[in-house]
T-cell receptor, first 111, second 114 residues
Framework: GNSVTQMEGPVTLSEEAFLTINCTYTATGYPSLFWYVQYPGEGLQLLLKATKADDKGSNKGFEATYRKETTSFHLEKGSVQVSDSAVYFCALSDSDYKLSFGAGTTVTVRA | DTGVSQDPRHKITKRGQNVTFRCDPISEHNRLYWYRQTLGQGPEFLTYFQNEAQLEKSRLLSDRFSAERPKGSFSTLEIQRTEQGDSAMYLC????????????FGPGTRLTVT
């Protein structure tokens, strides 16, 4: 079956630091890959996506590249801000309906 | 477009009681999904509707759970004879049904069974 494994947290960083959250997946087909973010007190929001190998998703300074050879979709941001403090979820879908999520990584950015 | 809404946001109930949650998807989204999220975990798929048809149910959805989407608009999720293990955040999402499968989530209903 499908599964997503992401880096365990929590992660604590200082402002302007570089952020990487590792995500690897197992899937039977050719999934689409997603990063969702959950800010404190808010619902899950789509941060970025990639639908095929070598695609790069980007949004709000975050990037992730779909690597089929390593079955990975690592999230990166070059310079984090306090407002990036949130829980980040890696997810995949190899069908037209079901998302499979990782356990989430809590990121705290200190001023 | 007001986004996906869920009601109630919080529900505390005693073990053995029945509860019902409501989800209003983004208008004209023909697909609606229910997920369950426990503390420290990512959401887990429960069930999915295409318009009014319920097309898949996860094995996580025991016989005590039932979901409906009459007329393909809002959806309800009912849990009968609640158990403490049902305590979780119940999330609803909707999508247009066209690729690449982007789902929009509501704020969730947090259920606490005492």
């Amino acid at each position: 079956g499908n599964s997503v494994t992401q880096m365990e947290g929590p992660v604590t960083l200082s402002e302007e630091a570089f952020l990487t959250i590792n995500c690897t997946y197992t899937a039977t087909g050719y999934p689409s890959l997603f990063w969702y973010v959950q800010y404190p007190g808010e619902g899950l929001q789509l941060l970025l996506k990639a639908t095929k190998a070598d695609d790069k998703g980007s949004n709000k300074g975050f990037e992730a590249t779909y690597r089929k050879e390593t079955t990975s979709f690592h999230l990166e941001k070059g310079s984090v801000q306090v407002s990036d403090s949130a829980v980040y979820f890696c997810a995949l879908s190899d069908s037209d309906y079901k998302l499979s999520f990782g356990a989430g990584t809590t990121v705290t950015v200190r001023a | 477009d007001t986004g996906v809404s869920q009601d109630p946001r919080h529900k505390i109930t005693k073990r053995g009681q029945n509860v019902t949650f409501r989800c209003d998807p983004i208008s004209e989204h023909n697909r609606l999904y229910w997920y369950r999220q426990t503390l420290g975990q990512g959401p887990e798929f429960l069930t999915y509707f295409q318009n009014e048809a319920q097309l898949e149910k996860s094995r996580l959805l025991s016989d005590r759970f039932s979901a409906e989407r009459p007329k393909g608009s809002f959806s309800t999720l009912e849990i009968q004879r609640t158990e403490q293990g049902d305590s979780a955040m119940y999330l609803c999402a909707s999508s247009t049904g066209t690729g690449p499968y982007e789902q929009y989530f509501g704020p969730g209903t947090r259920l606490t069974v005492t």
